[in-house]
């Protein structure tokens, strides 16, 4: 009852799980996703027309060309009269600090005629107006003829040739009369201290009038009613049906944008994810049961499928470089190397079909990434070295190349008008698709895989933990050796992963180097330590090997499927010598098992099963007194078939085939390994 109450709640929480990142997913991507309107034509002048009569479903005004509208608009603009406020006061004040200062000293250097001359001039010129300079550079930049000057609130016309800056209005000044006002004698004057600029910009005026004069424009030169004909297909797309359907484009995206058709976009999206989300998830739990319940493989799924989503969508919001710069293969090349295949093809189908309603071009995008990603899959089957991601890097490039350039040949009529710049996004494609190897190692620590990189690299003798075994253990090492010779080749014959069993074996003893003489295959000179032990304690001791193993795993930092190893070579099996030997001396007695019996667990993968078998009849073919066919074939028959009785596999994904497969490898093997050599003859004294 209590361990099915357990299964219950476990069964709960996965469920719990699952619906949480199905729930997560969907809300990231669609989040991401743009809710700008589409039209869902491709056009261009000049090419024919490549789907069916289009007819007006709504009336739409046909827009002016960009340029036209510049150039309308930028001669209307010219028209544009700018307004300023006057500063009375301004004009008060520096009449009056002339006065005043011609009283105090400028009489003693100026004719009184001079400063009536002066008085007057600045009488005309701020009744002209004076703007700051930076004002009137810009007006006569801008070829403003006039602008409007408000006095009290009443606004008049004035021509920009009329008005002053205080540099002109100095000149002026000076030159207005030399034949009566030398300029030396009105340069005692300072006139700069009576100049300042007394129009003001008025920018709510300003912006409110050019604003006004904008909205007067007619952005349209023509009307399309509903029920008429736009184009046929086959027609050749002239420049002016090219302009009705770029205006049916704009039309079709401005009634898009309304908060009712962009509710009814986002349910769109949401239920458009939910379909392709729930898709994968079926064919996960019908085709790929261990990857459905196993929540690092589902994590890593769910991950890869909305980062890519989602750095999509929001490429295509903002506009920002192009979507054929970003490594799609990266995806299936790297649940490739984690997972298999067809799953990895089917999450790239997944997450191209997701990415496409986001681009204008989906049936483009859908063709090269699904070639692209398929040409990656099939070059990598299997990573264990980085020359081989240069390889699949070139590959996949030259297939985004060759793809792209006979979708032009079949769409385009002149070989001028290919898009060279694609072709420099594929390269650019192919160089960040080498960052997949630096990113396998941040896979295997989020989400507790494998690499076979990383195999390849542990079974590496060179290795400080398995230098220190080679050193310490050479029996157990040379042990460790042939049983994964024995244990790859079995797995190449009934097709599980190889890599895996052989680093596996190379590790799966080092907890007998704590205690080395312990072992018979470490032993010399006769000396055995378990004479001076009980039958008890000398399991205890052969069982510890399983403990320290895991103790050393941990202080290596070995993967957890390696560890796996280590814990389940031996099962729930007995240390059959010492518990025989307490039996017979120990007729009618009963003891606890469990002194005698591994931790275990028992195998749980094809891979575990296959070491087990391979170190149990490694092990036993040394005590063979003869190697001979027979016998090899009876004590690995022997051997594997106790497993089988002892209920060692009944967890273990592994069928009677391939335990068929798996004896007959061992046999060949084990025949090769112990063949004797023919001794050579002496050369005899003539």
Known sequence: MTQFKINKDLLSRNLLYKVLIFIATVAVIVYFMPRDGKFNYQFDTGKPWKYGQLIATFDFPIYKDAEVVQHEQDSMLRQFQPFFNIDRKAEADALGRLQADYQKTLKEVLPARYFHYVQKMLEEIYA????????????????????????HKLASQRETTELYSVKTAYQHILKADTLHYRPEVLRACPLNDYLTPNLQYDKARSDAARQELLDNYSWANGIV??????????????????????????????????????????????LYVCIFMLCFMLYLDLFRKEYYDHKGG??????????????????????????????????????????????????????????????????????????????????????????????????????????????????????????????IYFVIN????????????????????????????????????????????PGTFQHSMQVANLAAAAANAIGANSQLVRTGALYHDIGKMEHPVFFTENQSGGVNPHKSLSYEQSAQVVISHVTDGIKLADKYNLPKVIKEFITTHHGKGVTKYFYISWKNEHPGEETDPAVFTYP????????????MMADAVEAASRSLPE????????????????????????????????????????????????????????????
């Open 225 to 270: 009613l509903t029920g008429q004909k736009i184009v046929d297909r086959g027609e050749i797309i002239s420049p002016k049906t090219y302009n009705i359907l770029e205006s049916l484009r704009k039309e079709s995206i401005k009634r898009n944008e309304s908060t009712g058709q962009k509710r009814l976009m986002l349910v769109g999206q949401i």
């Open 128 to 151: 002209a107006g004076i703007l700051p300079t930076e004002a009137l550079d810009s007006l006569q930049q801008d070829s403003t003829a006039a602008v409007m000057v408000v006095d």
């Open 298 to 423: 589902m994590s890593l799924l769910f991950a890869g499928i909305t980062l890519y989503c989602a750095v999509t969508g929001l490429m295509m919001s903002q506009n920002f470089l192009n979507v054929y710069m970003l490594p799609y293969a990266m995806l299936p090349i790297i649940i490739r190397v984690f997972l298999d295949s067809r799953t990895a093809f089917l999450t790239l189908v997944i997450t191209v079909l997701i990415c496409s309603v986001s681009l204008r071009y989906p049936h483009e995008f859908i063709l090269l990434q699904c070639a692209a990603g398929l040409t990656a899959i099939f070059s990598l089957r299997e990573l264990s070295q980085r020359s081989q991601l240069f390889q699949t890097a070139g590959v996949v490039t030259l297939t985004y190349a060759a793809t792209f350039f006979a979708f032009e040949l079949i769409t385009e009529n002149d070989l001028s008008k290919l898009n060279g710049s694609m072709y």
């Open 600 to 611: 275990g667990p028992n195998p749980f993968t094809k891979e575990q099963a296959i070491l």
């Open 627 to 686: 190697y001979t066919e027979e016998s090899i074939g009876k004590l690995v028959e022997k051997i594997i078939d106790g497993q089988l009785a002892d209920g060692f596999f009944k967890n273990c994904p592994i069928t009677f085939k391939d335990i068929a497969v798996a004896k007959n490898v061992f046999k060949e093997k084990l025949i090769i390994m112990h063949h004797t050599r023919i001794s050579y003859p002496e050369l005899k004294k003539q």
């Open 430 to 473: 192919g160089i960040l698709l080498l960052f997949t190897y630096p990113l396998l190692f941040l896979v295997e620590k989020t989400f507790g895989f494998t690499s076979n990189v990383t195999l390849v690299e542990l079974s590496n003798i060179n290795t400080p933990l398995l230098r220190r075994m080679s050193e310490t253990v």
